[in-house]
């Protein structure tokens, strides 16, 4: 069984930083990329970042030179380090990770498991 485990959240003035966390655990046979996603009070769930298991970035227009994903592979954790946080940055942020699990008879395809997400709040 896999969990996603997410940390960080929490209430914020605007112009302040957070960091959120997701850790993977689990019978885990491989990564491949990994994201966050956000969801607002009324408003469908949209991407926000996402990073391959090599490296490579893709972020939403709205958060580009404010946030950014990491990855440490040997964790199987995801990083997001938000910056200069604005009142609209306000939602539930989600953990994304596509990967294969173990199983007695070798690695199963990969799917797209999620956290349970975690409350992000910028007000004064």
């Known amino acids: 069984q896999v969990q996603l485990v997410e940390s960080g959240g929490g209430l914020v003035q605007p112009g302040g930083s957070l960091r959120l966390s997701c850790a993977a655990s689990?019978?885990?046979?491989?990564?491949?990329?990994m994201g966050w996603y956000r969801q607002a009070p009324g408003e469908q769930r949209e991407l926000v970042a996402t990073?391959?298991?090599?490296?490579?970035?893709n972020y939403a227009e709205s958060v580009m030179g404010r946030f950014t994903i990491s990855r440490d592979n040997a964790k199987n954790t995801v990083y997001l380090q938000m910056n200069s946080l604005k009142p609209e940055d306000t939602a539930v942020y989600y953990c994304?990770?596509?990967?294969?699990?173990?199983?007695?008879?070798?690695?199963?395809?990969?799917?797209?498991?999620w956290g349970q997400g975690t409350q992000v709040t910028v007000s004064s």
């Open positions: 994304n990770t596509d990967l294969a699990q173990n199983s007695d008879w070798g690695p199963l395809p990969s799917m797209h498991f």
């Open positions: 990073i391959t298991s090599s490296g490579s970035t």
């Open positions: 689990g019978s885990i046979f491989s990564i491949n990329d």
